[in-house]
């Protein structure tokens, strides 16, 4: 398989190239700092990527960069065949009401940028003929919630998008997979307390390649957030704004 | 944004003390220890060599740090984050023909850990402590600098990081040998010995035939059968002996909750030691073994620590010199079992020569580690004992299991700690890197 990667220089995004690159897929890697592409690249090419691992600057907060590195990674890999997006930015609720700067790059980084570079790879992938988009949204996006409303609003808007790529382009070639994790013990999580149910990264890498391979269009990870979120969006307003979840 | 510490409660593997501390834990080790006095790993230290000494200190979590950055197959020679586990490394590379030239009893520790405790396995009597196949580390010191060292490059900072327990600085990077093996599989032989006499001499007659040895000791059996035990063998398999298939991932099972504080009392703990004894049925066995059951048998059952209850347990580990008679060995199994001690997991191994750590652990002489249940009264003066008995036979204690021992008792095994001191001293003159551990034994100040 040949995948681009958006994120794979830490949390999840980490694990799952990891899982890739084990079971031999070819990798290039996009992420915004060059000497952390470089690290990447080279631990990914030791624990057995088919390929030497290239690499090509793409900052989420800066769209003119999107089209350049996917040039990059079109002609290294010989034409894109799966695309994954683990990059984000987080901020707790707390942190983005008293920062409106935080907030806006936030906003704009997970929101508007993350559609406008999905749309550069649908275009790209839909020329070809197809391909897959994998992308981490979450389960923030699924209903308005107190600790998450910035946060989860950008992946509300961000789940939508992936749903109705889905809709349209499926039947053309192009496979959407919506990652939605729960609680992840990556560095975006450190500090917060874990739930009962909290996933650790490899475990989650292990199900999002599964997805990937099948081409399931949402997956929750760890699975058990399929049925909280299920409850959770159930429950009646007068309860959402008594509890803290 | 850099990384932001957190409160929270931190312990070691025995669970005991617990203390609260301020948590940092991120990819990026240089940003994350720039306010920090301590890093720690994966906590596999069993007492508070990895704790915080105030509520108010950071502790980096280097777990997330975990990229291999270089790695060279023809001199088998590694570089990587310290944050690296050594599970995560026997997963990469224990398939194409690398292992790490020494491996503790479990593979969940990280480099960092590993070079700050300077670990021995069962190779010790041949090939020394893990330090010896380190050749360069990426230190931050106290001043807040970033600094490469090795033999040739800050030689004093350099040994006294390897076994100085993470107080002369955050070791970020870690540069080492690794060991290229014929095959993934281990050739083991296991032989039930009768006493403690014939565990030393069998221990002393493998050396010379095994680059791989361990003994486990019946700790509750006592007179003639004192030190009776199993003592296990191995060298790595030849390929044309092993199997053609790498060794399949091992199942794990997870230990749920705490047990109950009476779930290892004396009778539970003599029908475990007696059934691991008699369970060896036939005298010597040998064969092709999983280099996991080999190396990692705890490893199995996640969580294990859980089965010692809420009190939590420490274990000992000393080591004593060689004697014609095993006077040593014998007089500190009899004052254990006499002082009502009693472990399920008790070790016996021979170690070889002093490594070039400025503190590390081991020196020729016979090694004895145990685990036990931490008593609120009689754990403390148990540990005196056991220490003074140290002290008169010439022995040392390891640091990453001790929770109980006096600074006194320390100051009287250690005629090296002097240097050590003198190494910290010149590195971190104000005092800013330090562990509950050594405000415990080196006396830091809080
Ligand atoms: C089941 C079991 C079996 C074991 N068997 C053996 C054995 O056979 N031989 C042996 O030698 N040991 C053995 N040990 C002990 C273990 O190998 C050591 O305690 C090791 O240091 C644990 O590594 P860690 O990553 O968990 O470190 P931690 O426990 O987190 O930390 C241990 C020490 O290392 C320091 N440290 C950790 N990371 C860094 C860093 N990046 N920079 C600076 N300092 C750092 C900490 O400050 C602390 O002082 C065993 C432990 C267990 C639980
Ligand atoms: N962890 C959870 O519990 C959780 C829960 C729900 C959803 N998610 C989502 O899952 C995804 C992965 O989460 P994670 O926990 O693995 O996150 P993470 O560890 O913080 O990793 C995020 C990745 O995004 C990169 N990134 C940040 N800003 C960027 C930018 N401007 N341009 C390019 N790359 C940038 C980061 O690189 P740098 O660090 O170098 O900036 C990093 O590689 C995210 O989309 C997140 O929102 C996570």
């Known amino acids: 398989m040949k995948v681009t990667v958006l994120g794979a220089t830490r949390g999840m995004g980490r694990a799952l190239a990891r899982r890739m690159a084990e079971r031999g897929d070819w990798l290039f890697l996009l992420e915004h700092v060059p000497d952390e592409l470089e690290c990447s690249a080279r631990d990914l090419e030791i624990r057995g990527a088919a390929r030497p691992v290239k690499t090509a600057v793409c ?16 002609k290294e890999l010989d034409g894109l065949e799966t695309v994954v997006v683990t990059a984000a930015l987080f901020g707790t609720q707390e942190q983005l009401e008293a920062d409106s700067d935080l907030a806006a790059r936030l906003l704009v980084a997970n929101y508007t940028n993350t559609v406008l570079f999905c749309e550069e790879v649908r275009r790209r992938l839909l020329r070809r003929g197809g391909g897959t988009l994998c992308v981490f949204s979450s389960v923030a996006g699924d209903r308005g919630r107190k600790p998450v409303i910035l946060y989860g609003s950008s992946k509300a808007g961000l789940s939508h998008y992936l749903e109705g790529l889905d809709h349209k382009f499926r039947a053309a070639g192009l496979k959407t997979v919506c990652v939605k994790p729960g609680f992840v013990k990556t560095g975006m999580t450190a500090g917060l307390k874990p739930p009962p149910f909290a996933g650790q990264p490899d475990d989650v890498a292990r199900r999002v390649l599964r997805a990937i391979d099948r081409g399931t269009p949402q997956i929750y990870v760890p699975p058990m957030w399929r049925l909280v979120m299920c409850v959770i969006r159930k429950l009646p307003r007068f309860v959402m704004r008594r509890i803290n979840f | 944004m850099p990384p932001q510490p957190y409160a929270t409660k931190l312990a070691g593997w025995g669970r005991f003390p617990v203390v609260d501390g301020l948590a940092v834990k991120s990819e990026d080790l240089p940003a994350a220890t720039a306010p920090a006095a301590l890093s720690r790993g994966l906590g ?26 270089a790695f060279d197959p023809d001199c088998a020679v590694l570089r990587a984050e310290a944050g690296l586990s050594l599970s995560a490394l026997n ?39 893990f330090g010896r196949y380190v050749r360069r580390l990426k230190l931050r010191v106290a001043d807040g600098r970033i600094v490469e060292c090795s033999d040739e490059h800050e030689q004093e900072l350099f040994r006294a990081t390897i076994g100085g327990m993470g107080l002369t600085g955050h070791i970020l990077e870690v540069e080492f040998t690794m060991r290229k093996i014929p095959s993934p599989w281990i050739f083991g032989e296991s032989e039930r010995i009768a006493n403690l006499d014939a565990m030393v001499a069998a221990l002393k007659e493998a050396a010379a035939e095994w680059p791989m040895t361990v003994g486990w000791l019946d700790c509750l059996a006592r007179g003639e059968n004192l030190g009776r035990g199993i003592l296990m063998k191995g060298r790595w398999a030849e390929a044309d002996e092993a199997p053609r298939k790498p060794p399949p991932a091992k199942r794990r099972f997870r230990v749920p909750v705490p047990f109950p504080n009476l779930a290892l009392c004396r009778p539970n703990m003599k ?20 280099p996991a059951s080999f190396f990692y048998p705890l490893d199995m059952l996640d969580d294990w620590n859980l089965i010692y209850g809420s009190r939590g347990f420490t274990q000992y580990q000393c080591v004593l010199p060689h004697a014609a008679d095993n006077g040593p060995a014998r007089r500190f199994l009899e004052l254990f079992i006499s002082g009502g001690g009693m472990a399920f997991l008790c070790v016996i191994k ?29 754990t403390q003066p148990f540990v005196d004992r056991l220490n003074e008995l140290v002290i008169a036979e010439g ?12 600074a006194e008792h320390f100051r009287a095994m250690e005629p090296r700690l002097e240097t050590f001191n003198a190494v910290r001293r010149k590195w971190d003159p104000q005092g800013r890197l330090r562990s509950a551990q050594s405000v415990r034994l080196l006396g830091d100040s809080v």
């Not at chain 2, 508070?48 to 291999?68: F, G, Q, Y």
């Not at chain 2, 790490?100 to 402590?129: E, I, R, Y």
């Not at chain 2, 022995?395 to 006096?406: A, S, V």
Request: with cysteine; hydrophobic share 35%.
């Open chain 1, 59 to 74: 900052d989420l907060l800066k769209p003119e960069t999107f089209g350049p590195a996917l040039d990059a990674a079109e």
């Open chain 2, 44 to 69: 596999r230290s069993y007492g508070d060599s990895s704790l915080p000494a105030d509520k108010n200190d950071v502790i980096v979590d280097t777990t997330l740090a975990d990229r291999i950055l």
């Open chain 2, 91 to 129: 997963r990469a590379l224990l398939r194409k023909g690398y292992f790490t030239p020494v491996s503790p009893g479990t593979q969940f520790v990280t480099l960092g850990g590993m070079v700050a405790s300077d670990v021995h396995g069962k190779n010790h009597h041949v090939d020394g402590c």
């Open chain 2, 271 to 290: 029908a475990f030691n007696l059934l691991y004894y008699w369970k060896h049925v036939r005298r010597v066995r040998r064969g092709i073994e999983h």
């Open chain 2, 350 to 378: 021979d170690c070889g020569a002093e490594g070039d750590g400025m503190l590390s652990f081991p020196r020729p002489g016979i090694s004895i580690a145990m685990d036990f249940p931490i008593h609120p009264r009689k």
């Open chain 2, 395 to 406: 022995g040392r204690i390891y640091l990453t299991k001790d929770t109980f021992t006096r």
